[in-house]
């Protein structure tokens, strides 16, 4: 990052936060509230794009992801919504340029002390979903403690996706299932997909109904395949750092336009 980097970013968070307490008043209101969705999850993409057109390097875009974050978690508490993921880190990024994995890793560690107290403030419940050991100790360390000090929160829970892959889960949930076959807790016949369910890591979290991808690119990258199989898919050209909770408002508005039909006809969904 350049040597007047952290300058730019706070004054830019400050000018960003400004600008979306301004704008916090379009689709919130048409937003029908009753039929909210329970989760969302988003896949953050574009910050290295967005801040290379900036002349600046990747980390840059990462740092100012975090205002839009901050911005996306505010505006779901104010929803009411129950469940929010963030895909955070894949499995697959572990590949990325050791310089950009050591920032991501460093930035997530300063992120998650910087905001706990605000997530106790706004009854913010976090949660991780993916491989942790895979992460390093300071930053499993610090998850570990947050999650502690989050848990008792009864708001809106924040689900990290780190470390995570969907295969990489179905792979674990495969192991796990064929361990319990052999050590007799667990009977083949038996298993159907509310037990796989059980072995996955979304485990007591519903599946989304709305899930959005920034960033321009139409694909969901190895992201909650098996929970995403009814899930409203929503793109948009945005990226990630422009991204707030005006346009999450947006995005729910448009989700509540839609028909979901479940396999059904339409005529069976509008005559329930
Ligand atoms: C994808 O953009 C984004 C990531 C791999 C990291 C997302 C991380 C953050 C938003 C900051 C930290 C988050 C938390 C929850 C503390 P990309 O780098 O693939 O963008 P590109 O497609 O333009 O290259």
Redesign the pocket.
Known sequence: MKTDGNKKIISLHLRTHAFCVKMDNGYKEKIDLTKLPRHIAI??????????EKGED?LY???H??N??RSVVEGASELGIGYLT?????TE?WD?PME?VTG?ME??VQ??RK?VPQLNKDNVRLKVIGDLSMLPPEAQREMNEALKETENNTGLTLV?A?SYSSRWELEKAVQNIAMDIQNGKLNADDVNQSTLEKYLSTVDIPDPELMIRT?G?HRVSNFLLYQLAYTELYFTND???DFDKEKLFKAVWEYQNRERRFGKTGEQIRNK
Request: without cysteine; charged residues 20%.
């Open positions: 896949i953050m993409d574009g910050n290295g794009r967005w801040a290379q990747r875009g990462h740092y992801g975090v839009s974050v963030l895909y955070a880190f894949s990024n990325r950009e991501l930035l997530l992120t998650i905001e990290l780190l960033g690119e990226k990630w750092p």
